[in-house]
């Protein structure tokens, strides 16, 4: 099992998930706007979930269900970058136009 940023995250730029990670396994670029937990290098040692201040981090059996899709885009950018970028860009854009109203 592993831990899974969720969209809680999505424009958020505090780090200490990243800063407490014993494993090196969370990855936060500024193009993805969202951090990602490596799944082969997650050890489920919980610190990330512990730490994280919006709560957007969840043991992978625990996300909820409307937040599913985000444990597929976590291991999808190891994979492909690009589609991830593009899938959360998608899912940021209708908060993004609530909030400047």
Not at 35 to 53: G, H, K, L, M, Q
Not at 65 to 89: G, H, I, M, P
Request: hydrophobic residues 45%; negative net charge.
């Amino acid at each position: 099992m592993t831990f899974v940023v969720t969209e809680a995250c999505i424009g958020v730029n505090d780090q200490s998930c990243i800063a407490a990670c014993p494993e090196d396994c969370i990855v936060s670029r500024l193009a993805d706007r969202i951090s990602v937990i490596d799944p082969a290098r997650c050890t489920n040692c919980s610190v990330c979930f512990e730490v994280c201040v919006v709560g957007a981090i969840f043991p992978q059996d625990q996300v909820p269900l409307e937040s599913r899709e985000f444990v597929y885009l976590n291991a999808l950018w190891f994979e492909d970058k690009d589609a991830t970028r593009a899938r959360v860009q998608e899912i940021a854009a209708p908060c993004h136009r609530l909030a400047s109203h």
